[in-house]
């Protein structure tokens, strides 16, 4: 940081400032603005025009990570990076693999069936609307017939898409064992929908969707954010949530990067702050905003600020095939099974996993070709050569929560801004590994019934949840079930930090239900005169 | 309610040159054990329905503007391009048409791009890279008596073998995590290399797809402008004797 910088610029206060503008900030976006706030949304990356800056590469799709530097560590530290982040208006619902589910009902009472962690201060019940509402609102393609809990009451919105040769496989490896499976619920659209078209299968959905079949909140909730008058502020950093006297949240501090590659201070003053920044940059930011009367971080009297964090096991089984496969084409994960989703005496772990297949493209599948099999050489390149009849399944194992796994800042890496970077520490329990190890397992045992003539193993995580967990209790949480922080009344957590245990679902879904749960709530505070608005017609 | 999406772009009519791509003396797929030797990623028909005007200005510029080293000294950026042609081999290929590996690994630590998070145990990618390589030719010193540009391709092999299984004087290495090293280096070769469309074409990989797409999803079914496979070739006994490949999972991984 230079001396020169002047008093930074101060904007006109809005009624709600929202920080991130991924799968929750854009639903809080546009349900806020719908309902009559004047909103403001920073965002630290650009933001996309998916026809002009999304390229059909693997490489090119680097621009779409959070690649700032941060620090992992722990018994087992995880890839930060493409893995788990984005960084632009989207966030990263731009490069997600679209798997839209449902939590279980069990999901919420974790706690009460097994005593393993604490239950959610919410039950399904109290999200099922909002789950209907984000689905019809993403055009969600599913099933007609969901053979898994919980029980829909009505079919998904658009029409389940064909299986490619993946899927195919692994339909029939399940038949074969007789475990139940389903075409899996994706948010990319088998039909028209507005402007949007439908998907064409050209399989590079997690490098950025240049069709705009895929349901991003970057095409979706955040143009009709826009429309309703929200203004998305893109290129902007928050480097700081200030506290005023009365103890509520006054503005935000930010960087902003201009077109020459400036960056200037500005500060944006808000009735109402929400963080939607993810399990790495919310604690982060809660935890620089230390200040007085706050030495702790912000919304930290618990201490709970950035522990608890969790990742999905993703342990990964390739097979090899006679017929060929082209494992690159369509969305990755056209099916799904949950047979192994609960926990069942009979196993040696609590909890469970949902079993998806996947499609990695050249440079993910060599890397997994380096990691697993340990190949490099000649040998790697030959059997890249077979590259096309390769089929893969990949994990979505619960990880129980535990306060040893933390974000924290790191006492000596700083940024290119001069703020601390965020630190990850992350080691696996002792159920996590007995439960992944079963779930690969179970993938090994499709792969071989539907005919694989040689299979291989390589690990991997994805997903972040938790570090900033709601609850009933100011002492054991970090925000209330309607992601207010228990410390800052005008200050809410709204993404998938607030996860109290992660489930063995896809987790986007869910953020974006509890981001419009969130917003119903707001809605109705300010009609008790709790929040203003200042924008006319606000009811 | 019609959803209003940003403007689109204005793309110049005139499209980027496809016979620029024509980057071998054979079409990409004529690699000596590729399954699909007359496989050309960006024959025309496929230029014309698979590549969108800002796909071929990215991979153009990739294949013709090859960055100069800039990070690292002539000496290390020799000893480096001797370690990606152990670790992904080319020989088959005339040296004007392999594939560069290097200079995107100098490219990327130049601009100080990184992956967005560093193990602790592990010193920036910049450090990480120099400490690297130096160990490594310590290495070769301690164990063969020789730098490593003096080995035959078959030591040099070795050497590398020793290292990708963590069998080496940790004493050599000061403290690098050598398994963390070799992952790094192993992500950046297999990064480049796998990027360009020669290596693409080699494993039949359709490239960009874009905005054509595919048509015919099920199992064994081809697009016509597909791959299409004419010597088969399995890699059943490579997976069964890979040092991950029996029982899986007893490779160290990070």
Redesign the interface.
């Known amino acids: 940081m230079d001396g020169q910088r002047n008093v930074p610029r101060r904007h006109t206060p809005a009624d709600v400032l929202i920080i991130g503008a991924g799968a929750a900030g854009g639903v809080l976006a546009k349900e806020l603005a719908e309902a009559g706030f004047t909103v403001v949304v920073l965002e630290a990356g650009p933001?996309w025009?998916p026809?002009?800056d999304f390229?059909?590469?693997?490489?090119?799709a680097?621009q779409l990570?959070?690649?700032?530097?941060?620090?992992?560590?722990g018994r087992d530290?995880i890839?930060?990076?493409?893995n788990v982040?984005g960084k632009g208006v989207g966030g990263s619902t731009v490069h997600y693999s679209m798997v839209a589910l449902r939590m279980h009902e069990s999901d919420f009472m974790v706690g009460t069936l097994g005593g393993v962690a604490h239950d959610w201060p919410i039950r399904y019940e109290d999200l099922e609307p909002y789950y209907e509402r984000v689905e019809t609102e993403l055009g969600i393609s599913g099933p007609v017939r969901w053979p898994w809990s919980p029980h829909r009451r009505g079919p998904y919105p658009y029409r389940e898409h064909?299986?490619?040769?993946v899927a195919?496989?692994f339909a029939r490896g399940c038949d074969r064992l007789g475990i139940r499976w389903a075409p899996a619920p994706i948010a990319t659209i088998s039909a028209r929908k507005?402007?949007?078209p439908p998907?064409?299968?050209?399989?590079?959905c997690i490098y950025g969707c240049?069709?705009?079949a895929k349901s991003s909140t970057l095409?979706?909730y955040i143009?009709?954010a826009?429309?309703a008058g929200a203004e998305i502020r893109a290129e902007c950093m928050a480097t700081r949530v200030n506290v005023g006297p009365d103890g509520r949240a006054r503005s935000v501090t930010y960087l902003r990067r201009l077109a020459d590659g400036h960056v200037v201070e500005e500060e944006q003053a808000a009735e109402l702050v929400i963080l939607s920044c993810y399990s790495v940059e919310t604690p982060r930011l809660l935890l620089a905003s230390a200040q007085r009367g706050h030495p702790d971080g912000l919304a930290n009297s618990s201490g709970l600020v950035g522990k608890g964090l969790m990742v999905h096991s993703a342990n990964i089984?390739h097979g090899?095939f006679p017929?060929?496969?082209?494992q690159?084409?369509?969305p990755p994960t056209l099916a799904l099974t949950q047979d192994f989703y609960e926990t069942d005496d009979r196993n040696d772990y609590v909890r469970g996993f949902t079993i998806e297949p996947i499609g990695p493209?050249?440079?993910a599948f060599?890397?997994q070709v380096?990691?697993?099999?340990?190949?490099?050489?000649?040998?790697?390149?030959?059997?890249?050569?077979?590259?096309?009849?390769y089929a893969a399944l990949g994990l979505v194992g619960e990880c129980l929560p535990d306060d040893e796994n933390t974000v924290t800042l790191d006492p000596d890496e700083k940024d290119d801004h001069g703020l601390a970077v965020a630190?990850?520490t992350f080691g696996w329990g002792e159920n996590d590994r007995r439960l992944f190890r079963a779930g690969?397992d179970r993938e090994?045992e499709i792969l071989e019934a539907a005919g694989a003539?040689?299979?291989?193993?390589?690990?991997d995580t994805s997903h972040l949840m938790g570090a900033c967990r709601m609850g009933d209790d100011a002492t054991t949480s970090v925000v209330d079930q309607w992601c207010r922080t228990w410390d800052v009344p005008n200050l809410f957590v709204c993404d998938g930090s607030v996860f109290v245990t992660s489930s063995a679902s896809n987790p986007s879904l869910t953020i974006q239900a509890i981001a419009a749960r969130t917003a119903d709530y707001i809605v109705n505070r300010a009609r008790t005169g709790e929040f203003t608005r200042r924008a006319a017609g606000a009811a | 309610m019609r959803i209003r999406l940003p403007p689109l772009p204005r793309v110049p009519r005139r499209g980027s040159d496809r016979r620029r791509l024509e980057v071998g003396s054979r079409p990409g797929g004529g690699a000596p054990g590729s399954p699909y030797p007359s496989f050309d990623v960006a024959a025309e028909d496929k230029w014309a329905h698979d590549w969108d005007e800002k796909t071929r200005r990215l991979v153009l510029q990739r294949v013709h503007d090859v960055p100069p080293y800039r990070f690292f000294a002539p000496s290390e950026a020799r000893l480096l391009e001797a370690i990606c042609a152990r670790l992904l081999p080319q020989d088959d290929r005339l040296p004007s048409e392999r594939v560069p590996i290097a200079p995107w690994i100098d490219a990327r630590l130049h601009e100080g791009r990184g992956d967005g998070y560093r193990y602790e145990d592990m010193p920036d990618d910049r450090e990480a890279y120099r400490r690297g390589l130096a160990a490594l030719d310590r290495t070769a010193v301690e164990v063969r008596h020789a730098s490593f540009l003096e080995l035959s391709d078959e030591q040099r092999d070795a050497l590398l073998g020793e290292i990708a299984q963590g069998r080496v004087r940790v004493e050599a290495w000061e403290g690098l995590a050598v398994d963390r090293f070799v992952r790094r280096l192993m992500n950046d070769v297999i990064s480049a290399y796998y990027a360009h469309p020669l290596a693409w074409a080699e494993i039949g990989f359709n490239g960009p797809s874009s905005p054509r797409g595919h048509m015919r999803l099920d199992l064994g079914r081809r697009d016509p402008w597909e791959a299409e496979e004419s010597i088969p070739r399995s890699s059943v006994e490579i997976v069964r004797r890979a040092p991950g490949g029996s029982g899986g999972g007893d490779v160290p991984t990070h």
């Open positions: 933001h025009v026809e002009r390229v059909s590469d693997e490489r090119g680097e990570y959070w690649t700032d530097p941060r620090v992992t560590t530290p890839e930060l990076g493409a982040t064909p299986l490619n040769s195919q496989l507005g402007d949007r998907c064409v299968y050209r399989g590079f240049s069709t705009n095409v979706t143009p009709r826009i429309a089984v090899r017929e060929i496969v082209y690159y084409k369509g493209f050249p440079i060599a890397k380096a990691s697993g099999l340990g190949l490099w050489g000649r040998e790697l390149r030959e059997l890249m050569f077979d590259y096309n009849h630190r990850v690969a090994r003539e040689v299979t291989w193993e390589a690990e």
